[in-house]
């Protein structure tokens, strides 16, 4: 079977130079202990392993933090530059292990969608955009240039989910404690970021975006009654503003909206959460994607399980490769294979 990874993450040798000069934040602890996000050998050998069984190929792009997060516009311009120069020189020199990138911004620069559009030149797939900037909604009108571009590219934006121990979960506390801002938090941005991009009329404004949310659209296949007959009577819960008016201004149900988006099979190899997502997107929305090399192994055991998964589902052969790759190769404008 083809497999085409559609989301995982890798950093090119400029950009991880450049980051290690600058101190970016969890670099060091995280990331360090995982040679397979920064090191080339190491993770051609990764893909190669997988090639063996396969046809196994990435589409890669940075990992975490958010460039956004690590100074002023100035510097995160640079560092897109050197970070999707690197990506696209990689995918140019190494097509048999890497088949496609995605482009990140400096989403707190001015000129975030000029950089889009030179990615896009440069052969980007589509755009990594975590599910905040800096703290601040992506329906800001600051970002909306960013999704224009994407939609007038015919290229996705990929919904990275970010969010910090600084958020605490109680109002009583300053942080977040024992990773719950991670475990549980992540599902949460990645679910608040979609319904920002719902209810602010984002996806009537612009019906070519394609949006992605990462690790199977996080909690909404889940909460699909609270989408659908929940969200149905919003504004019965509100007091101090009329949201039933917002929901006479959508054109559709809110739920059909959320069954719009993309969304990818890195559910860290849970079978259960891979079947609900499916039931909810159906084989025409789901991409396969690993979130390698995060997994406790350093790379190779979100890839074998997320392959288990699928191998293990009642599918059809064309639902298969739907999954598998062509999906894929339709949402990021890449040649379909035969």
Not at 100 to 127: C, D, I, Q, Y
Not at 188 to 215: C, I, N, Q, W
Not at 227 to 250: F, I, N
Request: charged share 25%; aromatic share 10%; with cysteine.
């Amino acid at each position: 079977m083809r497999y085409i990874d559609a989301f995982n993450h890798f950093f090119p040798p400029a950009i991880w130079k450049r980051l290690q000069d600058i101190g970016g934040k969890d670099i060091a602890k995280r990331m360090q202990g995982v040679p397979a996000i920064f090191d080339l050998d190491e993770r051609l050998r990764l893909v190669d392993r997988f090639r063996k069984d396969n046809d196994y190929r990435q589409v890669i792009s940075l990992g975490m933090p958010p460039l956004e997060s690590l100074g002023d516009p100035a510097l995160t311009t640079e560092l897109a530059k050197i970070a999707n120069d690197g990506l696209a020189d990689l995918v140019q020199k190494h097509p048999d292990q890497f088949c496609g990138w995605l482009a990140s911004l400096p989403m707190n620069a001015p000129g975030a969608a000029k950089e889009a559009e030179r990615a896009f030149a440069a052969g980007a797939n589509g755009l990594q955009i975590h599910t905040n900037i800096n703290g601040a909604p992506l329906d800001d009108p600051r970002f909306f240039p960013v999704f224009e571009v994407a939609a007038k590219a015919g290229r996705p934006i990929m919904l990275h989910p970010a969010r910090g121990s600084d958020m605490p979960d109680y109002k009583t506390e300053t942080k977040s404690r024992f990773e719950i801002w991670w475990a549980f938090g992540w599902p949460y941005e990645t679910s608040a970021a979609m319904a920002r991009l719902v209810f602010s009329g984002m996806l009537d404004k612009l019906p070519e975006l394609r949006v992605l949310a990462h690790h199977l659209g996080a909690m909404v296949p889940y909460f699909a009654g609270r989408v659908g007959p929940g969200w149905d009577q919003l504004g019965k819960r509100t007091s101090d503003e009329d949201l039933g008016a917002l929901l006479g201004e959508l054109k559709r149900r809110p739920l059909d909206y959320f069954k719009d988006f993309y969304a990818d099979t890195a559910t860290f190899g849970s079978r259960p959460a891979t079947v609900c997502g499916l039931d909810f997107y159906g084989s025409d929305r789901v991409l396969f994607a690993s979130d390698c090399p995060f997994d406790p192994e350093r790379g190779p055991g979100y890839i074998r399980d997320t392959i288990a998964i699928i191998e293990s589902l009642e599918l059809s052969p064309i639902d298969r490769e739907k999954i598998c790759f062509r999906n894929a190769e339709a949402l990021f404008g890449m040649k379909a294979s035969d």
